[in-house]
């Protein structure tokens, strides 16, 4: 858990890690235990087991045994072609995994802003409770993720074909996984926001003679620092899928979803930009409200 406490170097180490983490959650399927999106998430934070992917992968190339030399459209993919969608697959994990740790130093900062919020009420924030949310919020997530719809499942597939295809659904989970972390942190800065415009008499209420703090809520002693969270950085990644043609059937739709993996992560970077936009945006809202004498009405309007 104190992986969410880590040094950015330590990141770093992290990111550069990360094949190893693709290769053995491809191993692990029958390792994770927790369901399909606990594994996920378990191999992008890293506590899943590091076993010996080349090993794996050897093997699985050797089930294959041997392939056949024409290349008929309905054939399966080549092995050259395999490892090459293996060759060019791999570096995405690493986009994928920056991405989720973008989203984390986001939460560390909402975090603060809500503690802020909290200290200043004396109340939590709620923000995960489903009938405060906005129903058009929901919606707007739930066609991000949807976007992506996979042109054939699995068990179709020659050999090869799956296999790649298998590469690919793992790596769409993990997307999903970078997609659900963005919601979360976007609803805790609404919940704030929620939080700041339904206290139009300030922090403590029309009547703060009567105001009970409902708990302890520290000050957080320090703002969150990380390169993340400078504005001055660009949390917007630019990769370009190669462009090369296939004959095979198989190939052309892997190089599709391939296509749309790579326009999924990019998205998401830009997304995590836009959302430290609006957390700083609701941070200035909050800082303005903590402030504010309670009992006289000085409504902000934080969310919209
Ligand atoms: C944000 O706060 C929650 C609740 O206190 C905590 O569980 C979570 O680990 C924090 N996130 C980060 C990235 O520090
Ligand atoms: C006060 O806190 C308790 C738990 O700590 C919670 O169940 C209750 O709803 C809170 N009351 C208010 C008015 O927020
Ligand atoms: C707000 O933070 C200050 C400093 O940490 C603390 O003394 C105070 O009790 C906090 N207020 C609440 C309501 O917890
Ligand atoms: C933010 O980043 C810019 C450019 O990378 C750098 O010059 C500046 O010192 C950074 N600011 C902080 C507070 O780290």
Redesign the pocket.
């Known amino acids: 858990m104190q992986l969410l406490g880590v040094s950015l170097a330590a990141l770093a180490a992290l990111v550069s890690a990360s094949p190893e983490v693709l290769e053995s959650a491809l191993v692990g399927d029958d390792q994770c235990d927790g369901g399909e999106e606990s594994c996920v998430l378990n191999a992008l934070q890293l506590k899943g087991q590091k076993s010996s992917a080349q090993e794996m992968l050897e093997a699985a190339d050797e089930e294959e045994q041997e392939e056949e030399e024409e290349s008929a459209w309905l054939k399966d993919i080549s092995t050259k072609t395999k490892n090459h969608f293996k060759h060019i697959l791999a570096p995405l994990q690493k986009p994928i995994v920056a991405n989720y740790q973008y989203l984390t130093e986001l939460e560390k900062f909402v975090n603060y802003t809500m503690e802020k919020v909290e ?1 200043a009420t ?1 109340h939590v924030v709620i923000w995960n409770r489903k009938s405060l949310l906005q129903e058009d919020e929901e919606e707007e997530v739930e066609t991000t993720w949807g976007r992506r719809r996979r042109s054939f499942s699995g068990k179709d597939l020659p050999p090869r074909a799956r296999y790649i295809n298998k590469i690919l659904i793992y790596l769409d989970k993990e997307m999903e996984a970078v997609w659900n972390y963005n919601t979360i942190v976007d609803r805790k800065r609404w919940g704030v926001g929620n939080t700041i415009t339904s206290s139009p008499y300030g922090p403590h209420g029309e009547h703060p003679e009567r105001w009970r ?1 409902n ?5 957080p002693l320090k703002a969150p620092t990380s390169p993340v969270l400078n504005v001055s950085n660009s949390l917007v990644m630019h990769l370009k899928p190669e462009k090369r043609e296939y004959d095979n059937k198989y190939a052309q739709q892997l190089a599709a979803d391939y296509a749309s993996l790579i326009a999924n992560i990019n998205d998401a970077s830009k997304k995590g930009q836009e959302l430290r936009a609006r957390l700083y945006k609701m941070d200035a809202y909050a800082d303005k409200f903590i402030k504010l004498p309670s009992g006289v009405w000085n409504k902000i309007d934080a969310n919209r």
């Open positions: 200290n004396g703090a708990g302890s809520f520290p000050f």
